[in-house]
């Protein structure tokens, strides 16, 4: 049997155990489109040991911020992230979901006072981790579709 391998990195972050179906939503929390200098590999609904399936993420020259694994962490919450240097994990940790989300989801209330004119920071309470769902500080609503909301 044939098998494709992906190159190793020298530099940069490899995102594992991402939830099936969620590395293109990854990759637009990154903010990579068409435009990008570095190599990206994007492995998808692989089989997985600890569960069934799984997305992996390879993104040579870049290590991810902590808004930006925070994002990850909402929607792919048992995610691990590598940190290469000179083709070896230098740091590996898995993602935590926040208690707290400040500014990196939107309310799909539109009524509530985040999405007016008002410059206030939208804040999320995680309510439950497993399954997550999340509150709105200030309208109290519960986001149903976090994928699609995060900014």
Same mark, same amino acid.
């Given at each position: 049997?044939?098998?494709?391998?992906?190159?190793?990195?020298? /530099?940069? +972050?490899?995102?594992?155990?991402? +939830? +099936?179906?969620?590395?293109?939503?990854?990759?637009?929390?990154?903010?990579?489109?068409?435009?990008?200098?570095?190599?990206?590999?994007?492995?998808?609904?692989?089989?997985?040991?600890?569960?069934?399936?799984?997305?992996?993420?390879?993104?040579?020259?870049?290590?991810?911020?902590?808004?930006?694994? &925070?994002?990850?962490?909402?929607?792919?919450?048992?995610?691990?992230?590598?940190?290469?240097?000179?083709?070896?994990?230098?740091?590996?940790?898995?993602?935590?979901?926040? &208690?707290?989300?400040?500014?990196?989801?939107?309310?799909? /209330?539109?009524?509530?006072?985040? /999405?007016?004119?008002?410059?206030?920071? +939208?804040?999320?309470?995680?309510?439950?981790? &497993?399954?997550?769902?999340?509150?709105?500080?200030?309208?109290?609503?519960?986001?149903? &579709?976090?994928?699609? /909301?995060?900014?």
């Amino acid at each position: 049997m044939k098998e494709l391998k992906v190159t190793p990195i020298k /530099n940069g +972050t490899v995102i594992d155990h991402i +939830t +099936t179906g969620m590395a293109l939503k990854v990759l637009k929390i990154l903010g990579i489109g068409e435009n990008i200098a570095s190599t990206v590999s994007v492995v998808i609904h692989v089989p997985s040991a600890k569960k069934s399936w799984k997305d992996i993420l390879k993104v040579e020259d870049r290590e991810l911020s902590p808004r930006e694994v &925070d994002k990850i962490a909402l929607i792919a919450p048992d995610a691990t992230i590598n940190i290469i240097r000179n083709y070896s994990v230098a740091e590996k940790y898995r993602v935590q979901v926040p &208690d707290v989300a400040r500014a990196i989801l939107q309310c799909a /209330n539109p009524s509530c006072i985040t /999405n007016s004119d008002e410059p206030l920071e +939208t804040e999320f309470l995680v309510k439950s981790k &497993d399954p997550l769902r999340v509150r709105c500080k200030y309208c109290e609503r519960e986001l149903e &579709d976090i994928a699609s /909301n995060l900014l």
